[in-house]
């Protein structure tokens, strides 16, 4: 699976997007050693993901960012608020859709059918997650585990590809 980086198109016209949006937000792009420092924080965040991350920082912050960490931070937020949504979401979908069995000793049972919310869902991200929580890959719908799961390991790129849902939502 390829992982997809931050391009350097993308990165100048975010920097830019920040230079237009904050008045006083002056980043010398032009600057070798700004560029390769700011870009050396950031690229790890794939293309449509840091999109989101300059429009979403810039409609909720007052203040530009203070260094390339302060957009790091806010991306792990952004991420952290949305695995917390979708576990809600799951957990929703996983006690509508229990299964119970009787059993011959006259205790029940049930079961989750993973296979029927797969089914009806359009959310690749949700789907994903789901197949997990089927196969045994994901047993605890905590953050954390969701991260492990979505996210490589060394990067803030998803594992999961034709994702563009995690952070837009539906």
């Known amino acids: 699976m390829s992982k997809k980086k931050l391009s350097k198109l993308k990165f100048v016209g975010g920097m830019e997007y920040l230079n ?6 002056k980043l010398d792009i032009e600057n070798e050693m700004v560029q390769r420092i700011w870009y050396n924080a950031l690229r790890n965040i794939d293309d449509t993901s840091f999109e989101l991350l ?6 909720n912050n007052t ?3 203070s260094s390339p960490h302060t957009l790091n931070e806010w991306f792990d937020q952004m991420v952290e608020l949305k695995l917390d949504e979708l576990a809600k979401k799951l957990i929703t979908l996983e006690s ?3 299964v119970i069995e009787e059993l011959p000793n006259g205790y029940r049972s049930y079961y989750i059918d993973y296979e029927r ?3 009806s869902e359009h959310d690749t991200t949700l789907i994903s997650i789901l197949k ?4 045994g890959k994901i047993k605890h719908l905590k953050v954390e585990d969701l991260k492990r799961y979505l996210f490589d390991k060394n990067d803030k ?3 999961i590809e034709n994702n ?3 952070l837009l939502g539906e």
């Open 157 to 159: 790129t998803l594992v």
């Open 20 to 25: 237009a949006f904050y008045i006083h937000f």
């Open 63 to 65: 203040f530009p960012p």
């Open 96 to 98: 509508k859709n229990r």
């Open 117 to 119: 919310i797969i089914e």
């Open 54 to 59: 300059i429009t979403d920082y810039c409609n």
């Open 132 to 135: 997990g929580r089927k196969n």
């Open 164 to 166: 563009d849902k995690l």
